[in-house]
């Protein structure tokens, strides 16, 4: 098992972009100095509670201050950026990362997001998605081309003489490795991402969530002609580790984790009607509060709680290889967080070393 870290983030919205820039860019190097293996942070132009519209900023930064964790926007939503312009800055990321990098694409989830570039029917993000994408991998083999789409127009130039030299726009060792989320089922995302080869990711989403996006994205992979395994999948989990089971519930109820949860993300989730591929067995899902989601959701606790708690549900889903554990605001005293990322590669990740996600 492995950890990686997911800053949405989920933020407070009174919180300064100053204090969200220098929280977010030195949870990179605690997760860094821990030893999780993958740093994801996400892109949103308009939401009060997920305030970094641009991701490359904190990695950029990120990555003159880290030295092995992997660098990943998660994700970069694709309606809305030029995919010739954002081939190029994440080739050059790559480069600055020195090949610790990852590139989260999406198609996007919030109609703000959307309307803020003139977009007011999203049906067709997917198929932008799609278009960008081709676009993109044209950018990084860097031969001359050019593309007149649907939603877009872009080109390589040819080189001619008298000409001033092009720059090298490849990525840092000729490829970029390409992730997909998904949350629904069937997820569209995940069908696509398997058709590719991409990595997967299951946010918010129950055991019985995993197993069915696990389906999904193989069957997709297998038709391709791609070989995939569980160690592939990166699932969403939020996860907070102490010493002891009281004190692992005390700092995640009253602390960012909870915070987040009762002010933004369970309100949302029950407007929406969301709960249902995230908890299981609750007759009424509008009832579900922190105590339940602590009980039944989160994984808290201490380290043996932890680990009989995650493997259970690699048990349940059928196993996943790296838990991707969203990052909170623990900023006004960040030390139980912190230890909580130690605890979770130097503790839980040694009791589930012989536990290996089914290959399948």
């Known amino acids: 098992m492995k950890f990686a870290l997911f800053q949405s983030p989920h933020t407070p919205p009174e919180r300064t972009p100053r204090e969200v820039y220098d929280w977010v860019v030195g949870q990179a190097v605690v997760a860094d100095q821990a030893g999780l293996t993958e740093y994801w942070v996400g892109e949103h132009a308009t939401v009060a509670w997920e305030p970094v519209p641009n991701p490359e900023i904190i990695l950029a930064a990120a990555a003159a201050r880290t030295e092995r964790i992997k660098l990943c926007p998660g994700a970069h939503l694709l309606p809305y950026h030029h995919p010739a312009s954002l081939a190029v800055q994440v080739s050059w990321l790559t480069h600055l990362a020195e090949g610790r990098y990852i590139l989260g694409?999406?198609?996007?989830?919030?109609?703000?997001?959307?309307?803020?570039?003139?977009?007011?029917?999203?049906?067709?993000?997917?198929?932008?998605?799609?278009?960008?994408?081709?676009?993109?991998?044209?950018?990084?083999?860097?031969e001359p081309f050019h593309h007149e789409g649907r939603f877009?127009?872009?080109?390589?130039?040819?080189?001619?003489?008298?000409?001033?030299?092009?720059r090298d726009v490849r990525p840092y060792g000729g490829k970029v490795e390409i992730a997909m989320a998904g949350t629904s089922s069937p997820s569209k995302s995940l069908a696509f991402a398997g058709s590719r080869g991409y990595i997967p990711l299951s946010v918010f989403s129950g055991n019985e969530r995993v197993a069915q996006h696990w389906a999904t994205f193989s069957e997709a992979a297998e038709a391709a002609g791609h070989t995939v395994d569980r160690s592939m999948l990166r699932v969403q989990r939020d996860v907070f580790v102490a010493e002891t089971d009281k004190e692992a519930r005390k700092w995640a109820i009253e602390g960012g984790l909870g915070y987040a949860w009762s002010q933004i993300l369970l309100p949302h989730f029950k407007r929406l009607g969301l709960l249902d591929g995230l908890v299981q067995g609750v007759a009424d899902p509008l009832s579900v509060d922190l105590d339940y989601l602590a009980d039944h959701v989160w994984i808290v606790g201490s380290p043996d709680t932890v680990?009989?708690?995650?493997?259970?549900?690699?048990?349940?889903?059928?196993?996943?290889?790296?838990t991707l554990v969203p990052g909170h605001n623990y900023a006004a005293n960040p030390e139980p967080w912190n230890e909580s990322l130690r605890l979770m590669v130097a503790e839980v990740a040694p009791r589930l070393r012989k536990l290996a996600p089914v290959a399948d």
Not at 153 to 166: H, M, S, W
Request: proline share 4%.
């Open 307 to 322: 680990a009989e708690k995650l493997a259970a549900c690699l048990e349940e889903s059928g196993g996943w290889g790296t």
């Open 152 to 166: 877009w127009k872009a080109g390589y130039p040819q080189t001619k003489e008298g000409q001033l030299p092009l």
């Open 105 to 142: 694409v999406g198609a996007g989830a919030y109609p703000s997001d959307a309307a803020l570039r003139g977009i007011t029917d999203m049906r067709g993000n997917h198929e932008m998605v799609v278009e960008a994408l081709a676009i993109m991998e044209k950018v990084w083999a860097a």
